[in-house]
């Protein structure tokens, strides 16, 4: 990941009932609790949490609304001068710290922007002490690192709790599709050996057969990454997330840690979200081809009764320097499980690789000696 890759947009809240009533300190959210919990003074506010079900909104209704509509806010960016991250940050903020670089970010011009708001989210539920402890055990295993660069990291270790957005889709799918059944059978063949010798074996072949038909598959919560900033291949190895225990959105959880918004829209993050249905659907056409083997010549796929959430999920995120360059790893804020960014000492590979030979080389010369 490029430093110059990372362009995210965060905000931060600031709402008068997250702060303490004994010394007016802003209370922060407690990961693994549903508490908010006063840093100086250690009074805690329960979270009220709303027993309902996270509201499915209609998709073709909001590509038509747009920039309009109850579901729409207007929030304030700034850039990051030192990595060109744009964050939001509440208008009361007049100075925050990029997640990404760290590098202080001083309000000097706005611009705004209109999101869709987030409907759900996944609490925190592992403490920055707790991610730092995960992202140790998996440094330790950095086997190939350059020496010195394990210590370097840890001592560097400063991590920023960030809420990354995404969205989850549902659809009906109707798919009408043309291919071919393979039927496999077996006869006997005669040939000669090597030895002009006729002989008999078993082959198997396929009968192929046209055919056409249809498939209906309902697809639920498909999730799409709407970020940016971090490469889908790394983060996506931060799952599988419990969104079975997702709550519905209140502010109080971003208390004490930023959220990102969306870079991918709406329509562009269905477009990825069909990308992620394709082989369910082709598996679905194959099975009911049926036969031991199926081709697919043709297939027209017809979404109908769309609908997403806007959900934030959670992750700790932190980068260091190393030789003049900086590396970024993040945590999964509900599991621990680490992804990161790390330098390869080539001379270890090397040497490695040498070994491997000379046991290899060991090895045979034993083998012919005995």
Wanted: aromatic share 12%; glycine share 6%; with cysteine.
């Amino acid at each position: 990941m490029d430093e110059q890759n990372f362009n995210p947009e965060l905000s931060e809240t600031n709402q008068p009932d997250v702060v303490c009533k004994n010394c007016a300190a802003k209370l922060v959210f407690e990961p693994g609790t549903t508490s908010l919990a006063c840093p100086y003074c250690g009074t805690v506010n329960e979270i009220e949490i709303r027993d309902e079900e996270t509201e499915e909104l209609d998709f073709e209704e909001h590509i038509q609304l747009a920039e309009e509509g109850s579901e729409i806010e207007e929030v304030s960016t700034v850039a990051c001068e030192a990595c060109g991250a744009v964050t939001t940050l509440d208008k009361n903020v007049v100075s925050s710290e990029c997640p990404f670089c760290g590098n202080k970010l001083i309000v000097k011009s706005e611009s705004t922007t209109k999101i869709i708001k987030p409907k759900s989210l996944l609490p925190f539920k592992i403490t920055v002490k707790e991610a730092g402890e995960h992202f140790k055990k998996w440094i330790r295993k950095r086997w190939f690192a350059p020496p010195g660069f394990k210590k370097r990291a840890t001592q560097s270790n400063q991590m920023s709790g960030v809420y990354l957005p995404y969205w989850t889709y549902d659809s009906d799918t109707y798919t009408e599709y043309r291919g071919q059944r393979g039927d496999d059978y077996q006869e006997t063949e005669t040939y000669t050996d090597g030895n002009g010798k006729t002989q008999t074996r078993t082959v198997t072949r396929t009968r192929w057969t046209s055919v056409s038909g249809s498939v209906d598959v309902f697809f639920d919560d498909v999730l799409v990454l709407a970020s940016k900033s971090l490469p889908d291949k790394n983060v996506t190895v931060l799952e599988p997330w419990d969104l079975e225990n997702i709550t519905p959105f209140d502010e109080k959880f971003l208390s004490g840690f930023k959220a990102e918004t969306y870079a991918i829209g709406l329509k562009d993050g269905f477009d990825i979200a069909k990308v992620k249905m394709d082989p369910i659907i082709d598996s679905h056409i194959r099975s009911d081809i049926g036969g031991d083997r199926q081709r697919i010549t043709y297939k027209n796929v017809t979404y109908s009764n769309i609908t997403f959430k806007h959900t934030l999920l959670p992750i700790w995120i932190s980068a260091y320097r190393f030789k003049n360059k900086v590396y970024r790893f993040i945590v999964n804020g509900r599991t621990g499980k680490v992804q990161g960014e790390r330098p390869w000492c080539w001379w270890k590979i090397a040497l490695f690789i040498l070994a491997i030979i000379a046991v290899i080389v060991l090895l045979a010369y034993l083998g012919e000696n005995q």
